[in-house]
């Protein structure tokens, strides 16, 4: 079994990306890949396909920032629209669909439960979203998902806000992080 934990680079003049702080600190393991990935409508996704079409993953743990999230964010849905805030390369979308002929939006096929589970001893609080937003965290859940159902491939898939660590302990969110990926390792092992 794979798993797959990307972040995303800085971006909106900010110094630093707290999915990219997290992702360093997660644990290493044979079977866990960390990547980061720009910060552009477009090219994240491109980024993440020419990786996947590549590597079989089982698993597509995607992390992006909410500074504004009180706690650790699961998002449930990924929606097929685009905001009108530039990416890291100052493009801003020209169509409000993310995929013109798409679904209205794809739910995540992570298993929300074992996030729960696995941020339940943790001193940070988490919880599960009903919006992505419409900016790049959303664009790459949205392409991700869409791009698994039409290709009818089996990988789960699904994204994790980070909220500002200034506020939250670092610690605690690798912590649940950490204990997430053990329980969907020891979940694959007990099927």
Not at 71 to 93: A, C, R, S, Y
Not at 140 to 160: A, D, E, H, S
Request: charged share 20%; net charge negative; proline share 4%.
């Amino acid at each position: 079994m794979k798993i797959l934990v990307t972040a995303f680079e800085p971006f909106d003049n900010q110094s630093q990306n707290y999915s990219y702080e997290v992702l360093h600190q997660i644990k290493p393991s044979a079977n866990l890949v960390k990547i980061v990935l720009p910060v552009e409508y477009e090219g994240a996704f491109n980024t993440l396909k020419s990786i996947i079409e590549k590597e079989q993953f089982d698993y597509l743990i995607l992390m992006g920032e909410a500074r504004s999230y009180d706690g650790v964010g699961f998002e449930v849905i990924g929606i097929n629209e685009k905001g009108q805030h530039p990416d890291n390369l100052g493009q801003i979308p020209a169509q409000r669909k993310i995929i013109p002929d798409g679904d209205d939006g794809y739910f995540s096929t992570l298993d929300d439960s074992l996030f729960t589970e696995a941020f339940h001893d943790t001193n940070v609080k988490s919880f599960k979203s009903y919006s992505a937003g419409v900016y790049v965290c959303n664009a790459l859940l949205y392409q991700t998902l869409w791009y698994l159902k039409r290709y009818r491939l089996k990988t789960k898939c699904g994204f994790i806000h980070i909220p500002n660590l200034a506020n939250h302990s670092k610690k605690a969110v690798v912590q649940g992080l950490n204990q997430f990926i053990d329980l969907i390792n020891q979940n694959q092992a007990g099927e």
